[in-house]
DNA sequence: GATGAAAAAGTTTGACC
DNA sequence: GGTCAAACTTTTTCATC
């Protein structure tokens, strides 16, 4: 799909607070609300849009804990069924393979020190990882959606 | 605020599609449209609900390079002026204090190795940062939001 | 593709439990 | 707190340009 600089504007709007109408959307973009309407329709369809849903602050959920785990591997670990074991584990928020000595990066959020040692256990229990590395978060400044260049 | 099974239903549910009325997100969590709409009231008034956005597809917009960046430097990182300065390079999506050698940890996400290039530029020009250590993400299995527990 | 207006659907409020 | 229903707003469709 081609993106236009109005489709940027609707991105960017949306992304800002998707409970906007279309009216006002459309303002934003230089559109009548139909055509804002018939846009996102398209960005939505197209995949560019992949879902609307909700910024929940995890510290309000009691989600305290944020750490980085370097995976070392004896094994390539690119295969579905690692991907699976590290998608089963909830506290798992992204996993990357990475060019380096490590192979996977994963990004671990968890309420409690003890919870982040039990998923610690879990990562260690996935086929083929060989030792884990982890880096503690002390403070978070930011995290926020990627920019809608 | 005190979240209970109920609100966490809620949460859980308007995460995957922040779009459904609130006629279904009360029949998911055992309540009446307008009982689910004002305990979605409270969770935003609370803070809990930050806002409600779109999840777009960085490939899409041609966003294909994802780094992590380790920062070393010279002085105490946590000042209010390190972190504007972070938050004003677009590329940066997370900066994170870390406990370990270097002192801060950032996400970046670029469009070409070019403007990695670049953004690495300026990360070296923020105040304080002596080194740079960047690891190249090869793929990404999965990126999602903090779960509901 | 975009517009404008009508029809359908959802949000929001308020009186009552 | 929760329910129900009426009043209001927005979404969605569609004929037209």
Redesign the pocket.
């Known amino acids: 799909m081609?993106i236009d600089d109005?489709d940027r504007k609707l991105l960017a709007a949306l992304q800002e607070d998707a409970?906007?109408?279309?009216?006002?959307?459309?303002e934003i973009a230089?559109?009548?609300?139909?055509?804002?309407?018939?846009?996102?329709?398209?960005l939505k369809a197209a995949g560019v849009i992949r879902r609307t849903t909700v910024d929940i602050d995890p510290a309000s959920l009691g989600a305290g804990v944020l750490a980085f785990v370097l995976l070392e591997a004896n094994a390539w670990m690119g295969d579905e069924p690692t991907q699976q074991a590290l998608r089963d584990i909830p506290a798992v928020e992204e996993a990357h393979i990475i060019a380096g000595p490590a192979s996977v990066l994963v990004k671990v959020r968890t309420t409690t020190t003890e919870d982040l040692q039990a998923t610690l256990r879990a990562l260690h229990e996935v086929d083929g990882v060989t030792s884990t590395q982890t880096v503690v978060v002390l403070e978070s400044f930011f995290e926020r959606q990627p920019a809608v260049v």
């Open positions: 081609t109005v409970g906007q109408s279309y009216a006002a959307l459309g230089g559109l009548s609300a139909g055509s804002a309407h018939e846009r996102v329709r398209k």
